[in-house]
Each structure stands twice: as C-alpha cells, then as structure tokens.
C-alpha cells in the first residue's frame, strides 16, 4: 500500500515525475524549515556502489572517504543520498534488512539511518487507517510504502524486527524521548546492541545525528535520465 493524499513524505509532499520536487519540514527546532535535495545529474552518475541488491545499489556513509566521519541528522542524511539518485534504505524484506544487518554487525557499527518514517504531520490527522500510529503509522519515505503494524511480524520476514525493548523497556516503537523533552520519535534507526537487545529497529527522534545507508532510488534515477540525455547512470 502507498501513501496518498495531500502529503506522502514527511511535512509537505509535492510530487510529480516531471521534477520530482519534493518539500519537507524537519521536526521542530532552532534551525529554519528545510527542504528535500533534487538529484545532481553529476553526482548520480558516479555515486558510490558499494554493493548491490535486486537491480540498487547501495552505499554505507562510514566506508565513503567523504563522509566517514559525518553523523548527520535524518533530513541531512537523506539529503546527501538524493543528490545520489539514491535515499535512505528502505528494508522492505528479510534478506534486504539481513544485508544491513550484516554490514553493522561486521563493521562494529553503533546505528544507522533508514528512511522509515511516522506519519505525524500535516495530512495525516483524521486517517483512521492509521491509527494508532505507534502500530499503523510508519512508512519507507524513501518507496511512500506503508510498513506492516509494528505489532505484527512483516510479510516475508520470520521474525518481528522492531526491538522487544528500548529506553522504557517495552516492544519499540515507544516514542521514549517525548516523555523526556517533548519531542516525538518519528524517524526509524537500526541501533547495534545499544539496550542489550541486538541488532534491531528502533523509533529515534528525527534531530539525532548518524551515519547513514543510502540506496538507489528509482523515482529520482529516472527523472534524471530523462532529463539529461546521454548521462550514464
């Protein structure tokens, strides 16, 4: 199921193949309201392959000489994938979300970003589909495909990859820090054993900085290529 409506992706949402304009207004903070990158056609056409799965590829911030060594909150993180022709992973599938996975456990890494998202903005009050949203409300921005409840155990995975437990030990997603300073978790990260739990899903407020896996992204490969003619992607 795809998002629709007014809004699909994060705040506002204006999409149209023609230029893929995108907006998106971060969670509150001092920082002025933000928008979504466009695709460089020069930097799609040689953005990092790292590996590849199922006709993308993918690339991990903390094996990439320029950013190893940025943490970077959500909407920066997926920025500087879309200027790739790529955005934030989405593990939509065991064996997608086992690749990710492995590549935290064997490079010791302590969390990334993944592009899930809650829908908690504007155009997407009086949506009973999604309520409540703890269990209904998450989305892969980055594909506007709406996860499976967060209670229940997604289709083509043998197990349920939301963490059992979290800062107020209970099952994730748990919206832990509005509890401490009022800011809701609506950004989806893969945390590495950080409450003893593994390798596993986690809400985490959009503002925190991480490194980040980037994956190619159809949407913005193709408005490129028809838009810049001759460019190898």
Not at 134 to 150: C, D, H, I, L, N
Not at 168 to 183: L, Y
Request: glycine share 6%; hydrophobic share 35%.
């Amino acid at each position: 199921m795809k998002f629709s409506g007014p809004c699909v992706v994060a705040i506002c949402t204006v999409f149209a193949m023609a230029s893929a304009a995108i907006s998106e207004i971060r969670q509150p903070s001092s920082r002025p309201g933000r928008f979504l990158s466009l695709p460089v056609p020069a930097k799609c056409s040689q953005r990092p392959k790292e590996f590849f799965y199922r006709g993308h590829n993918y690339f991990f911030s903390g094996n990439h000489p320029q950013y190893r060594n940025s943490r970077l909150d959500w909407l920066d993180a997926r920025n500087i994938c879309r200027e790739y022709c790529m955005d934030l992973v989405s593990m939509e599938g065991q064996e997608e979300n086992n690749i990710v996975f492995r590549l935290i456990q064997q490079g010791d890494v302590p969390y990334i970003w993944t592009s899930g998202r809650l829908c908690d903005f504007k155009g997407c009050e009086n949506r009973r589909d999604l309520e409540p949203k703890s269990v209904y409300g998450w989305f892969w921005s980055a594909t506007r495909q709406k996860m499976a409840p967060t209670n229940q155990v997604p289709n083509g995975f043998g197990f349920n990859p939301w963490s059992q437990t979290g800062h107020k030990k209970v099952q994730q997603p748990d919206n832990a820090e509005f509890d401490i300073n009022g800011t809701n978790e609506s950004c989806l990260a893969v945390l590495n054993n950080v409450y003893g739990d593994g390798i596993a899903w986690h809400d985490v407020a959009c503002y925190h900085e991480k490194p980040f896996i980037c994956e190619d992204n159809d949407e913005l490969l193709n408005y490129v290529a028809s838009t810049n003619r001759g460019v190898r992607l």
